[in-house]
């Protein structure tokens, strides 16, 4: 059974960081397309960023670029997002979503497998 979990979540002050994980099983990460996700209250769910199955190549939302940074550790079966220089506009549910297709989407309905959440608060 394919599975995503996503930990790493919590409070921070704006300017802070925090490392999000998304650890898979009963499958290959690897030979996946694998995406984050967030949904703050009452917004549609956003892509932020993504790594694709071959080669690697990552994209990121404009809000993002330069802040983030997805890198997947093919030992671990695990994705991760560095998050540094957090914002309140950061806050939300980050979701990890993952697609055999080998190419990055920013449309929800393109992933087959999405974890449970974890919840970033950027506050002071």
């Known amino acids: 059974q394919l599975q995503l979990v996503e930990s790493g979540g919590g409070l921070v002050q704006p300017g802070g960081s925090l490392r999000l994980s998304c650890a898979a099983s009963?499958?290959?990460?690897?030979?996946?397309?694998i995406a984050w996700f967030r949904q703050a209250p009452g917004k549609e769910r956003e892509g932020v960023s993504c790594v694709r199955r071959s080669g690697g190549t990552t994209n990121y939302a404009d809000s993002v670029k330069g802040r983030f940074t997805i890198s997947r550790d093919n030992a671990k079966n695990t994705v991760y997002l560095q998050m540094n220089s957090l914002k309140p506009e950061d806050t939300a549910i980050y979701y990890c979503?993952?697609?055999?297709?080998?190419?990055?989407?920013?449309?929800?309905?393109?992933?087959?497998?999405w974890g449970q959440g974890t919840q970033v608060t950027v506050s002071s």
């Open positions: 979503a993952a697609t055999p297709g080998p190419y990055c989407s920013s449309y929800v309905s393109r992933y087959d497998s």
């Open positions: 009963g499958f290959v990460l690897r030979d996946y397309s």
